[in-house]
């Protein structure tokens, strides 16, 4: 297999039903509308959608990268409503995760997707914004955190800011009825054939091997950089002892929002609550 660093943007054939792709940037400043397939470092196509912000304005200002939940995609209604919110503060990229959408590969469940994040950024940056700030649901909460921590100060595929929402602190969590039909969707034959065809999501059959770095063991490696976490008091999947680990492990570097009657994720992400991170991104990224 041929690696390529991240970021690489590969030339597609457009397929009926699908938008145009375009090329990367290549360091000019844009400000239309772009579609792609990046090639992630392990040579992963990653279909990655950018979107200048609603106000027009400076182009050197905020871009968002939102990191999707397991199951999700850039062209889930759910996601494309939080890209929507958050082109009122700046400019957005969305993506799929290997294994959704339009993407190559299987799903990793979190592992080897932070090299797909690390492509959308990288891209992202192409775009001639200043300051970038990655925000992940769920799934996506974890890579977020993995990825800031992984990608220092002198990576093209660093982060200015963190939103993690709704993540895990931990692997292997079964402690509640959700996450253990998760793990019997991930870990089973007849649970991936469930995924591939019931929820559109195509999962790796091997195991970790290593093991990644854990959310809770990569906060710490985050400072300087911002960081926010937010978590409801009624997510189904992970309950309030995983944002508060999250939490004690960022110390005063991190901000933890705890949101009364919010359950999980992107579905449970309303617009009011889009605006307060969107204004939180425009306040702390650089």
């Keep these: ?37 990046l090639r992630s470092a392990d040579g992963v196509l990653i279909d990655a ?31 494309l409503r939080i890209a929507r919110r958050f082109a009122r503060y700046g400019a957005v990229v969305t993506f799929s995760f290997r294994g959704h959408g339009a993407s190559g590969g299987r799903s990793t469940v979190g592992d080897r ?30 890579v977020v955190l993995r990825h800031a921590a992984l990608y220092g100060p002198d990576s093209t595929a660093r982060t200015d ?17 959700p996450m253990r039909r998760l793990h019997w969707m991930v870990t089973r034959p007849e649970g991936r054939f469930v995924g591939r065809y019931g929820f559109r999501t195509r999962i790796h059959h091997l195991a970790w091997d290593p093991e990644p770095l854990s959310p809770v063991d990569a906060v710490p490696r985050i400072a300087p950089t911002p960081l926010l976490l937010v978590h409801g008091d009624r997510d189904g999947y992970f309950p309030l002892d995983h944002p508060r680990m999250l939490a004690r492990a960022a110390g005063d570097h991190g901000e933890l929002w705890l949101e009364p009657g919010m359950g999980h994720a992107e579905h449970a992400s309303d617009e009011a609550l889009l605006d307060r991170i969107g204004a939180w991104a425009v306040s702390k990224a650089g």
Excluded at 116 to 124: F, T, Y
């Design 113 to 142: 997707e932070v090299l797909d994040l690390a492509a959308a950024v990288a891209w992202a940056r192409g775009f001639g914004h200043a300051r970038l700030v990655t925000v992940g649901f769920s799934m996506g909460g974890s």
């Design 49 to 79: 959608v950018y979107k200048p912000a609603a106000t027009g304005g400076d182009p050197s200002d905020l871009v968002f990268v939102v990191a999707h939940g397991f199951t999700a995609g850039a062209d889930e209604a759910h996601v």
């Design 161 to 177: 800011a963190v939103v993690s929402v709704s993540a895990p602190a931990r692997w292997y969590y079964r402690g509640t009825a």
């Design 1 to 37: 297999m041929s690696y390529r660093p991240s970021g690489h943007v590969a030339r597609s054939t457009p397929r009926p039903g699908n938008r145009p792709h375009s090329e990367t940037p290549r360091g000019a400043l844009r400000r239309m509308p772009a579609r792609t397939f």
